[in-house]
């Protein structure tokens, strides 16, 4: 079984400064990694995943993400947000399966309040 | 290509109706999802269908019901709505087994239960 744990529920940052959004999984098997952003009253949209390869991966809107295996963590960062980053960050996880059925996991959500 | 499509967008229910919620898709994908979003709990699965014809029990899928009608088409239904089940729905796609792609969210359709 897997697990998702995002440790902050609201992060406020002001416009301009950087921001690192934490996400630690737990599982038993390998997993792939992504990272969703919903904007207020609308569905979920990939902002990016890693799959393989290399441990730095980059998605929209400038936000990247670090894949550590050791800790089992995949934070995502942004080096300068804008008003528009304003949203909620989920992490989610899902088995590596090449048969049987899988699911994905999530975590609770992470509040981005970007102050002007 | 409209991606994931729900309806209705928003509905008020009593307790004790019924009513059904509808997802289509139109991107070929064979899994389909049905979570619900409350505060601080993020998305829970209620169920699941990896390809037509199969459908799968999530986290949380007492009270509900669901259909795979054909590959386009998950609909979940609530026989005896109760207050409990006011949330956010959202549906969701995927593609096949074995392939590590990303799942695709309706717009969600916005459930009060009085």
């Known amino acids: 079984a897997q697990s998702v744990t995002q440790l902050d529920s609201q992060v406020p940052v002001f416009e301009e400064a950087p921001v690192e959004l934490r996400c630690n999984y737990s599982s038993s098997v390998s997993v792939y990694l992504f990272w969703y952003v919903q904007y207020p009253n609308q569905g979920l949209q990939l902002l990016l995943k890693?799959?393989?390869?290399?441990?730095l991966v980059k998605g929209i809107n400038g936000f990247e993400a670090e894949f550590n295996k050791s800790q089992t963590s995949f934070h995502l960062r942004k080096p300068s947000v804008h008003i528009s980053d304003t949203a909620e960050y989920f992490c989610a996880v899902r088995p590596f399966m090449t048969s049987g059925t899988y699911k994905y996991i999530f975590g609770t959500g992470t509040r981005l309040k970007v102050l002007a | 290509n409209a991606g994931v499509t729900q309806t209705p967008k928003f509905q008020v229910l009593k307790t004790g109706q019924s009513m059904t919620l509808q997802c289509a898709q139109d991107?070929?994908?064979?899994?389909m999802y049905w979570y619900r979003q409350d505060p601080g709990m993020g998305l829970r699965l209620i169920y699941y269908s990896a390809s037509e014809g199969t459908t799968d029990k999530g986290e949380v899928p007492n009270g509900y019901n669901v259909s795979r009608l054909n590959k386009r088409e998950f609909s979940l239904r609530l026989e005896s709505a109760a207050p409990s089940q006011t949330s956010v729905y959202f549906c969701?796609?995927?593609?096949?087994?074995?392939?590590?792609?990303?799942?695709?969210f309706g717009p969600g359709t916005r459930l009060t239960v009085t």
């Open positions: 991107m070929n994908h064979n899994s």
């Open positions: 969701a796609s995927s593609e096949a087994l074995g392939r590590a792609y990303e799942q695709y």
């Open positions: 890693y799959l393989s390869g290399s441990t």
